[in-house]
């Protein structure tokens, strides 16, 4: 499997010249679970990891910041290739996240780490954030790294 990128996304990934063990600690880190990381740390997904290689691309790379692209090219055993580009994500500014989306997100990465109640004020911070105070904002932020409130 082959995965051409942005030249900067593939040094955020750490992918160029990472070992897959490598990989899964950085994708707990990114995605603030150890649940994704032990199943990428199974044996079959591990193997696959390694026949994986992601690539920077000038061509991709020159099309930031009006999109998001990415090259995805899969060898088959058999010999077929399938190929797929995709020129942004969900959640990129030409197809932004929907409020649910968002608040989704904040609760899978969030759970593990901070209250309900905490979640929920910053939730109503960030719906409001044009009407409410920077202090109490860089308060609340502040709980979060278990610092005073």
Known sequence: ????????????????????????????????????????????????????VVRPDEALSARFPAQMPARLRVRRRDGTVL????????????????????IEKLESLAAPRASADWRRRLVHAVAHLERIDVAKLASLLREARGGEP
């Open 83 to 102: 190929r797929r580009d995709k020129s942004d994500r969900e959640g990129f500014a030409t197809r932004p996240w929907s409020w649910a989306l968002a």
């Open 1 to 52: 499997m082959r995965i051409r990128v942005l030249d900067s996304l593939a040094c955020a990934l750490g992918a160029l010249d990472a070992e897959p063990p490598k990989r899964v600690r950085q994708v707990e880190m990114q995605l603030g679970g150890s649940a994704l990381a032990s199943l990428i740390a199974g044996d079959d997904v591990q193997q696959l990891l390694r026949r994986v």
